[in-house]
């Protein structure tokens, strides 16, 4: 079965720090990834996705993200946090052929101001 | 457009009783999934609908049930209500039209049910 891993559980920055949350997923065939975030009080949003291409994948509010195929990772990325960055990030993978999304524990992170 | 939509947003029920949840999709997507998330397990995949038919299903006991209708709107069940039934149960839809189409899902805020 499909099992999305991310290490980091809490993550606690000042603003302007630069930011990366891992994400590593145990399926070998094709998949699609995403990183989904959800402010608090908020529901889930769509932070960026991939599904092909380019392995460096740009979001909104400055997010980014690369899959390397051969790490089973999709490492998601920001040069500079700012406050309104705390939220809880997750991971989520798709199997090809199949809608089922697995997601990881998520990751919250705390900036301070 | 407008959003995902659930209802009802809270729910406090019993042990032993059912719930029916109700999600209304964004206009013309056809699938339809359901999660339940907790603090614990996080987010885990119930089951995922597309044109009335049940396509994918998780690991959860058969008390949790879903079904979609014909404009696409989608209830979950619960029966006999556990106190570790307790969560948060998010609805998600996509345009996707096939299995094999990776499309995005976009959510609804959710519904609280509290079993006590």
């Known amino acids: 079965a499909q099992s999305v891993s991310q290490h980091n559980h809490h993550v606690i920055l000042s603003e302007a720090a630069s930011l990366e949350l891992g994400c590593n997923y145990s399926?070998?065939?094709?998949?699609?990834l995403f990183w989904y975030v959800q402010y608090p009080g908020q529901h889930l949003q769509l932070l960026l996705k991939?599904?092909?291409?380019?392995?460096l994948v740009k979001g909104i509010k400055g997010f980014e993200a690369e899959f390397i195929k051969s790490k089973f990772s999709f490492n998601l990325r920001k040069p500079s946090v700012q406050w309104s960055d705390t939220a809880e990030y997750f991971c989520?993978?798709?199997?090809?052929?199949?809608?089922?999304?697995?997601f990881g524990t998520g990751t919250k992170l705390q900036v301070i101001p | 457009k407008a959003g995902v939509t659930q209802t009802p947003r809270y729910l406090i029920k019993t042990r032993g009783q059912q719930v029916t949840l109700s999600c209304s999709p964004i206009?013309?997507?056809?699938?339809v999934s359901w999660y339940q998330q907790t603090p614990g397990q996080g987010l885990q995949f119930l089951f995922e609908?597309?044109?009335?038919?049940?396509?994918n299903k998780g690991n959860f006991p058969g008390r949790f049930s879903g079904r979609q209708f014909s404009n696409s709107r989608s209830e979950m069940n619960v029966s006999t209500l556990e106190l570790g039934d307790s969560a948060l149960y998010l609805c998600?839809?996509?345009?996707?039209?096939?299995?094999?189409?990776?499309?995005?899902?976009?959510f609804g805020p959710g519904t609280r049910l509290t079993v006590t």
């Open positions: 998600a839809s996509s345009s996707a039209k096939t299995g094999g189409q990776a499309g995005e899902q976009y």
């Open positions: 399926y070998g065939g094709t998949v699609n």
């Open positions: 991939y599904f092909s291409g380019d392995p």
């Open positions: 989520a993978v798709k199997e090809g052929g199949y809608q089922k999304v697995t």
């Open positions: 206009s013309g997507h056809r699938s």
């Open positions: 609908y597309f044109s009335e038919t049940q396509r």
